[in-house]
């Protein structure tokens, strides 16, 4: 890196903090089921991380509240549930000391939101509906550069003077087409029968 870049990324990062570091990045992250965010979340998880985490859980209970379980509880009520709640699932005991839930396919994916929605829900008063709405959270600035890509690939040439309207349903529509047809290559390279170098698993593997 070259000398000096560091202090301007460091820089332009404290200007964009505000917007990328908000509440429901701060609990997404600190809900997460990936094994990686549970390592960094208990190594850097502060005081400020869990203030944020405090308001988000306030807010998605305001009045009138749309989760059953909590209906009637009050401010400190609320809050010392989801504590009680959240050191269950962080120690992996209680309702969450099961091992084979910790092995669903969804950890590996990273998909937290799926993963509370099958194990958190059902079990939990506060904590599964706060963790399944703020982990479906599209965070952080990737899904941005994609779309932006996506209408870059799309006005081009004769159609670079589309109206904006029109740039966002084709870029919509697009980048829809892109998911979908990588998901189903993706289901293709995982299948027992998968052949060639991309193949996730396949009869080479049981050699």
């Known amino acids: ?43 850097r998880m502060t005081g400020e991380h869990r203030n944020a985490i405090e308001r988000l859980v306030v807010r998605l209970h305001s009045v009138p509240c749309p989760n059953e379980d909590a209906i009637g509880m009050d401010e400190a009520e609320l809050l010392d549930t989801f504590w009680n709640e959240y050191k269950q699932f962080n120690q992996k005991s209680g309702a969450f000391g099961y091992a084979n839930r910790w092995n669903s396919p969804d950890v590996a994916a990273g998909n937290s939101h799926t993963w509370h929605e099958k194990y958190s829900l059902p079990h939990t008063k506060v904590l599964g509906f706060v963790a399944c709405r703020a982990c479906s959270k599209c965070l952080g600035i990737g899904s941005a550069e994609r779309n932006w890509g996506d209408a870059k690939h799309i006005k081009s040439g004769k159609r670079s003077h589309m109206s904006a309207e029109s740039i966002e349903k084709r870029t919509i529509l697009y980048g829809t087409a892109r998911v979908t047809e990588a998901r189903m290559r993706q289901s293709t390279l995982e299948r027992d029968d998968a052949t060639g170098p991309s193949a996730m698993f396949g009869d080479d593997d049981m050699k």
Request: net charge negative; proline share 5%.
């Open 1 to 43: 890196m070259a000398p000096g870049l560091g202090a301007d990324v460091k820089a332009a990062w404290h200007r964009r903090k505000e917007k990328l570091e908000h509440d429901y990045a701060i609990t997404g992250w600190a809900l997460s089921v990936s094994p990686e965010v549970r390592e960094d979340v208990n190594a």
